[in-house]
Nanobody, 126 residues
Framework: QLQLAESGGGLVTTGGSLRLSCTIS????????IGWFRQAPGQEREGVSC????????YYADSVKGRFTISRDSAKNTLSLQMDSLKPEDTAVYYC???????????????????WGHGTQVTVSS
């Protein structure tokens, strides 16, 4: 059973930075995409970023492109999301997730991830 645990959320002012981390246990080669999605109150889930486990290609939602950077440490089974130039509209609960399919579908909202953690709150004040 795959388990994911996020950390690193918090409160930051506009323009600030945060780094989210995720520890993944039970990972196997069956999971082609690992990444992050977020959900703000009253809004649908949004695929934020994803990294392909087969070739390391990274994918980003247009809303965060150029500001967020996803990275993976395969040896430590960790996933990170560096978030810079944060905006109030980035406020949401952020979830680390893993899926059996390829990344573009998770970013585009075609299908949901198969597993995700409990989430970590990110609040950006104006």
């Amino acid at each position: 059973q795959l388990q994911l645990a996020e950390s690193g959320g918090g409160l930051v002012t506009t323009g600030g930075s945060l780094r989210l981390s995720c520890t993944i246990s039970g990972f196997t080669a069956d999971y082609y995409g690992i990444g992050w999605f977020r959900q703000a109150p009253g809004q649908e889930r949004e695929g934020v970023s994803c990294i392909s486990t087969t070739d390391g290609t990274t994918y980003y939602a247009d809303s965060v492109k150029g500001r967020f950077t996803i990275s993976r440490d395969s040896a430590k089974n960790t996933l990170s999301l560096q978030m810079d130039s944060l905006k109030p509209e980035d406020t949401a609960v952020y979830y680390c997730a893993a899926g059996l399919y390829y990344c573009p579908g998770y970013i585009g909202g075609v299908y949901p991830y198969n597993y995700w953690g409990h989430g970590t709150q990110v609040t950006v004040s104006s």
